[in-house]
């Protein structure tokens, strides 16, 4: 196992009817800006729940963060934070709303004259020593955003990850039920994003790190037994309460720390969304097959533990597990109603050279826990997409 620091300090609030604890959880005398979304918490009533839980407080509301969150978008909140003298956030929305808020509270302390600088440039981002506090309501179990410190912000064709320890929750409120009016292509986003987070910390190299692999093993066949249960029950609260547990501990620290990591592809996913809209989940979906394909022999060892630990293969042939490993992954996604090539996205060879050139325009060329991802295995990998 390798070295590691391990630090979290969000307070999860997690269950039925946590709503109301929004009244202890922030300050009687905060003044809150409420982000949200395109209006989904409007029109399911969260919203008017969290308001009433927060009465008394000086509240002001920033609706519309669109999913993939635009820095045009974001920079308005940071005026009213700073024009409003706004000292908390309270993010009410999936991923794209809790990763706007993170991007307020950091840029509302810029000292900078050009905060676009905090999207590309992590020295810009550990300079800024004060946030705004905030705290979240999860409507959608996907980033694992509310119990962690980055973020990803879309801006000039691109998506950007910010990263600080000052962006950690202060509480997340992570009620199932809120979750319940989710469509299925959401709740099958949430699953793919979440067993995508896992394998790009587990499918790497063995490092004998065997509390890590078994959590991450444990996540993987959770959700394996629980996606379809999941989406064709929505309201079956076990189900999505194990959904939303394995989305925030997929990605909040505790089985990244020691171990390779693998982000591939997620930062050929994110020139994706980029370029052609399609959701971030499904841009994984049709990635992580071909990833594994095409590096088969770096990750040998831990694709034959995948094979065997998480779909229980026996055979005696090696690469035949892989294989069928593959195969089975690839077939959850689509159990999951979720297609799995650039071709049922409408995407030919032209658009793969439009990828090649913005991975190339954001430095993403040498990718994987290797760093020897270059911009030609990338090709590869999306030609073995298609
Ligand atoms: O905008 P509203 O009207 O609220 O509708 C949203 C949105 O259209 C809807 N929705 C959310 N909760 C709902 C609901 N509809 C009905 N009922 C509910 N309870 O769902 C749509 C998608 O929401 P969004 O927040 O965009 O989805 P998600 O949570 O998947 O977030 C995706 C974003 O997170 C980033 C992605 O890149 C993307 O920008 N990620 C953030 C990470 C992090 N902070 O650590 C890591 C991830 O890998 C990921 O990159
Ligand atoms: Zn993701």
Redesign the pocket.
Same mark, same amino acid.
């Given at each position: 196992m390798e070295n590691f620091d391990f630090y979290n300090p969000t307070h999860i609030v997690f269950g039925k009817d946590r709503l109301k604890e929004l009244n202890k959880l922030v300050a009687k005398d905060a003044k809150v800006l409420i982000l949200? @979304?395109? @209006?989904?918490?409007k029109k399911?009533g969260?919203l008017e729940k969290v308001k009433e839980n927060l009465k008394g407080r000086h509240i002001i509301e920033f609706g519309g963060?669109?999913?993939?969150?635009s820095y045009e978008t974001l920079i308005k909140a940071v005026e009213i934070v700073k024009n409003e003298n706004i000292n908390f956030l309270l993010a009410v929305?999936?991923?794209?709303?809790?990763?706007g808020a993170?991007f307020v509270s950091l840029a509302a302390n810029y000292k900078g004259d050009n905060p676009t600088k905090i999207l590309s440039n992590v020295y810009v981002q550990a300079s800024i020593t004060e946030s705004i506090p905030i705290g979240t309501v999860l409507?959608?179990p996907?980033? @694992?955003?509310e119990m962690?410190s980055?973020?990803?912000i879309?801006y000039n064709h691109g998506?950007f990850v910010i990263s600080s320890p000052l962006l950690f929750p202060k509480f997340s409120i992570l009620d199932p039920t809120?979750?319940f009016?989710?469509?299925a292509t959401?709740v099958a986003?949430?699953i793919i994003?979440t067993f995508i987070?896992v394998v790009e910390q587990y499918v790497t190299y063995p490092v004998d790190a065997r509390f890590h692999d078994r959590t991450a093993e444990g996540i993987l066949q959770t959700l394996v037994e629980i996606g379809n249960q999941t989406i064709d029950n929505p309201e079956d609260y076990d189900a999505r309460a194990n959904l939303v547990w394995c989305a925030t501990m997929g990605?909040n620290g505790l089985i990244r720390g020691g171990v390779p990591q693998d982000w591939t592809t #997620?930062m050929i996913g #994110?020139e994706l969304?980029a370029l052609f809209g399609i959701? #971030?989940?499904k841009t994984l979906a049709i990635l992580q097959p071909s990833v594994w394909q095409i590096r088969k022999e770096k990750k040998r060892k831990k694709l034959i533990q995948y094979a065997e630990r998480v779909w229980n293969i026996v055979d005696d042939n090696e690469d035949r597990k892989i294989d069928l490993a593959i195969d089975k992954t690839r077939a959850f996604f689509e159990g999951l109603g979720v297609k799995t090539r650039l071709s049922d996205y409408g995407i030919d060879a032209g658009g793969i050279d439009e990828i090649i050139a913005s991975l190339e325009k954001h430095g993403r060329t040498a990718l994987s826990e290797t760093k020897d991802l270059t911009l030609e295995i990338s090709r590869e990998i999306l030609e073995n997409a298609k």
């Open positions: 949200y @979304g395109g @209006g989904s918490v399911f969260t963060i669109e999913p993939n969150p929305g999936g991923g794209s709303v809790m990763d993170k409507t959608l996907a980033t @694992g955003s962690n980055g973020a990803v879309s998506k809120l979750t009016t989710l469509p959401q986003n949430g994003d987070h990605l #997620h #994110h969304t959701d #971030h989940a």
